[in-house]
């Protein structure tokens, strides 16, 4: 008897091909279940990187569009764009002091209240205030920031209750929807709107340096002094120009209230 | 996971040692086909790249046992079954290697191990020592009493190294 005997014997020994194709069958049911499984589980990552995506992208954009602008307008002109979220989430000069004045500001992701706060306390505002400038706060509602604009509104009327020198008005973003092309901010524009209906002639150039004191003091005088009450009173007394533009959506163009 | 092209070609070609270690091992074909089922889906889900075709039937050669020896533990399996039961192709052999066949599943499942991996894969006792898990002292052990009970079964004196 060889050894080889044993080689040979085993060699005799063959998987049957009924074993070959159970197990090929076999193989083939878990193999279509794990693909399946493993499908489900590489797309479960891939569907919660897309979800997180959009809404890092909705939450993004939630967050950085404007509801509301406010535009403040001494000679220096500064837009604040408010978030629905009442954060400031823009700052920008439409003027050499405008730009000079939104660099020195650090108001960027604050409540609107604080912001213009800070604003209205800042000796640079205080500055030109005291020479006899006068300073136009308008609001401009941005799509639903309706409410909001009136807040804002409410909320600039009563700081700068009493003061004199401070008108406010309300707009919608229809009406100032050239502002930003001429190169002025939207209270000027408002302002420059009023002046053209007076003069045709004026130019957005023509008003773009001078301060709102003195284009106040030019629609007065081509309103010959008029008794209507609109812009004459100057806002140098004790004028509060605030306004309210809702309903009729008009810009009411320094009508003091006088108080 | 390895593709149906792949997993067909190794059941083509290790069938053959996946059959016969089961038949070493076990009592009844219904646990060879478990078997075959566990070793191949073993194999397609295995993240295992193999250096060769050596490595890759060291593989099946211990995945096989291993399973066979996990079968073995989870039943109570005492009954003793016919050559015919165990290798329907017993019958077709000639007297010879069916006499052999028969001297060789007759040895406890220890020694035939031990028969089949060196004298059917080739192995060498250490390489055995490393596929069972066991000393090589004692693989040696193992063969030389294994080729003792074979001697007695089948006579003449032939097994030596």
Same mark, same amino acid.
């Given at each position: ?19 070959? /194709? +159970? ?46 602008? &406010? ?78 604009? +009136? ?31 001429? +190169? ?54 004790? +004028? ?20 | 996971?390895? /593709? ?42 295995? #993240? ?12 099946? &050669? ?25 290798? #329907? ?5 000639? #007297? ?66």
């Amino acid at each position: 008897m060889e050894n080889n005997i044993i080689k040979d014997t085993f060699d005799r020994i063959h998987a049957e091909e009924s074993l070959k /194709s +159970g197990t090929k069958e076999f193989l083939a049911v878990k193999t279509a279940k794990a693909h399946r499984h493993r499908t489900a589980q590489k797309l479960l990552p891939a569907l919660i990187c897309v979800l997180l995506i959009f809404m890092g992208f909705g939450g993004y954009k939630l967050y950085f569009t404007e509801t509301s602008v &406010i535009s403040i307008d001494i000679n220096p002109s500064v837009e604040l764009g408010v978030n629905r979220f009442n954060k400031v989430i823009s700052l920008e000069g439409y003027n050499e002091d405008g730009r000079a004045l939104a660099a020195s500001l650090d108001i960027q992701f604050m409540d609107y209240e604080n912001a213009l706060e800070k604003i209205f306390s800042s000796s640079d505002v205080a500055e030109y205030l005291s020479e006899g400038e006068i300073m136009s706060v308008t609001v401009v509602s941005c799509g639903a920031g309706g409410g909001q604009s +009136g807040n804002i509104e409410e909320y600039v009327r009563k700081y700068t209750e009493g003061s004199g020198s401070t008108y406010c008005y309300s707009a919608t973003q229809e009406e100032v929807e050239g502002a930003h092309e001429c +190169g002025l901010s939207y209270g000027k524009y408002m302002a420059f709107l009023k002046l053209k209906s007076l003069s045709p002639d004026t130019t957005p150039q023509d008003v773009q340096d001078m301060t709102m004191r003195e284009i106040r003091d030019l629609i007065s005088s081509l309103t010959d002094g008029a008794a209507s009450g609109e812009i004459t009173s100057g806002g140098q007394g004790n +004028g509060h120009g605030s306004e309210n533009s809702s309903g009729n959506g008009g810009h009411r163009h320094g009508r003091d209230e006088n108080k | 996971m390895r /593709s149906e092209q792949e997993t067909n070609r190794a059941i083509q070609r290790y069938s053959d040692t996946v059959r016969r270690i089961c038949m070493i091992h076990l009592k009844n074909y219904a646990d060879t086909e478990d078997i075959f089922q566990t070793v191949f889906l073993k194999y397609v889900l295995s #993240p295992v790249s193999f250096e060769n075709e050596e490595h890759e039937r060291a593989w099946f &050669i211990r995945v096989t046992t291993n399973a066979c020896k996990d079968l073995i533990k989870s039943f109570f399996r005492s009954r003793t079954v016919s050559i015919d039961e165990l290798a #329907p192709q017993a019958a077709d052999m000639p #007297p010879d290697n069916r006499h052999v066949l028969e001297a060789v599943l007759s040895l406890p499942l220890k020694y035939r191990q031990a028969v089949y991996l060196h004298y059917y894969e080739g192995y060498t006792a250490p390489e055995i020592g490393k596929i069972l898990r066991k000393n090589v002292n004692t693989v040696y052990t193992l063969l030389n009493r294994a080729k003792q009970m074979l001697r007695e079964k089948l006579g003449g004196d032939a097994y030596g190294e």
